[in-house]
């Protein structure tokens, strides 16, 4: 009777052992699948795909020229591939990828990947995006080499470049904030890595942390990053909460529409991400500190010589160009067609944007939020570069508007500039 117990005992006890291990793989497999999907949307927050994927290329296979004023880049190939991608590499050797900007052998890696920011990333985000791009279909493309200028092509250099605008940690959460503050700052300052395009980079290619967020020249694209801090003359000071994130997550609000580097960044990344995380990250944004920024400065005697020779001829263009779509006064059709009148981007110290929207045009992404946006047509073909400075400048100065005149310098020199 003991030994039939025993036996009946086992039985039942391999019989649930049996059922257990498909519903504890099942389980795993599901636990995976989650991990896999939270790793896609934070990629999408890193916006990995804008820099490791060639126009019209395979996702991920990298390759993709970025031109610095120390050389050209090429962006390595981080798909599962076992030979040419990540496909050997662990989630430990991932994690200190991001963490440290070292790659798996050791090397340093140059600032053009934004391990500055992503080091902020922590270890679970990582994982789940190394699990994500393990299961991305493999691409075998040979990474390019660089093709950089001596000195700059040589690595150990980097070590002053690290000492000087490096600092490895992971995001540690304000105690005294909100939480959705400290999520909108981890968003914007690890995977986001914002501050990258929008804070004035130096001579050595490092972002001046005083002027953390006031906007900056994109050497590689040649457009201009605009304050993000809360001055009211040239950031977000009266920008509100919806308009913030209304620009983010659809590209177009009732303050304006993106365009350039920006919409490539809305219809890569933003537009993907939740309502939420896009609000936590315009209350983030919203709560910069306001900081010298980018202030109107008294015209001098020359500049308003070159306003009163320039902007009869530029108002002419504009009443039979501009005014259709963008109105007499400049107030616009939001969100369809932005302002002009009382638009900070337009009146930046820096007029590249509205001299490079005048010649090349452009579309804010389509979006989820606004599938069919309306475009602005280029007009380089048809406006010489006296005329295209006379737009611009009547569009800078008009209406209370108090931007400097262009000249027809800058109109030239851009005219050539790369579209993205």
């Keep these: 009777m003991l030994r039939f117990r025993h036996i009946r005992a086992l039985t039942v006890a391999v019989f649930m052992a049996a059922c257990a291990a498909p519903f504890a793989s099942t389980a795993a497999q ?61 989630a430990d050797e991932f994690y200190a990828m991001m963490h440290t900007g070292k790659s798996r052998d050791g090397s340093l890696l140059y600032p053009a990947m934004p391990f500055a920011s992503y080091t902020k990333v922590t270890r679970a985000d990582s994982d789940a995006i190394y699990a994500f791009l393990m299961s991305t279909p493999p691409v075998h493309q040979p990474n390019r080499p660089h093709e950089l200028r001596f000195p700059f092509n040589q690595r150990q250099l980097l070590l002053g470049w690290r000492s000087l605008f490096f600092k490895e940690g992971e995001y540690q959460p304000d105690p005294k904030q909100s939480a959705e503050w400290n999520r909108g700052a981890y968003l914007v300052e690890g995977l986001g890595h914002c501050s990258m395009c929008h804070t004035a980079i130096n001579a050595l290619g490092g972002n001046v942390s005083s002027k953390a967020f006031e906007g900056g020249l994109i050497p590689i694209q040649n457009w201009y990053a605009p304050s993000l801090t809360s001055n009211k003359e040239a950031g977000l000071g009266d920008w509100s909460i919806e308009d913030i994130v209304g620009l983010l997550h659809a590209g177009v609000s009732n303050r304006g529409a993106v365009y350039g580097p920006m919409a490539e960044v809305v219809y890569d990344s933003l537009q993907y991400l939740t309502e939420e995380d896009v609000r936590a990250m315009s209350v983030y944004l919203k709560a910069l500190p306001a900081r010298s920024g980018d202030k109107s400065e008294p015209p001098s005697q020359a500049v308003v010589e070159q306003k009163t020779s320039l902007s009869p001829l530029g108002k002419k263009i504009y009443d039979a160009q501009c005014a259709e779509c963008h109105a007499a006064q400049g107030q616009g059709k939001p969100p369809d067609f932005p302002p002009l009148a009382n638009n900070q981007s337009i009146v930046m110290s820096s007029a590249v944007n509205p001299i490079r929207m005048v010649l090349n045009g452009g579309y804010p992404p389509g979006t989820f939020k606004n599938p069919k946006p309306y475009g602005m047509p280029p007009f380089a073909q048809s406006l010489s570069d006296v005329e295209v400075a006379a737009v611009v400048t009547y569009i800078r100065t008009a209406w209370g508007n108090r931007g400097a005149p262009v000249t027809v310098k800058e109109v030239n020199e851009l005219r050539s500039a790369p579209l993205y």
């Design 30 to 90: 599901a636990a995976d699948a989650a991990t896999i999907k939270r790793g896609e949307y934070l990629a999408r927050a890193g916006d990995c795909i804008a820099c490791h994927t060639l126009p019209a290329g395979k996702t991920f296979g990298g390759g993709r020229p970025m031109d610095t004023p120390f050389g050209t880049l090429y962006t390595p190939n981080i798909s599962s591939d076992k030979e040419t991608g990540l496909g050997q590499w662990t």
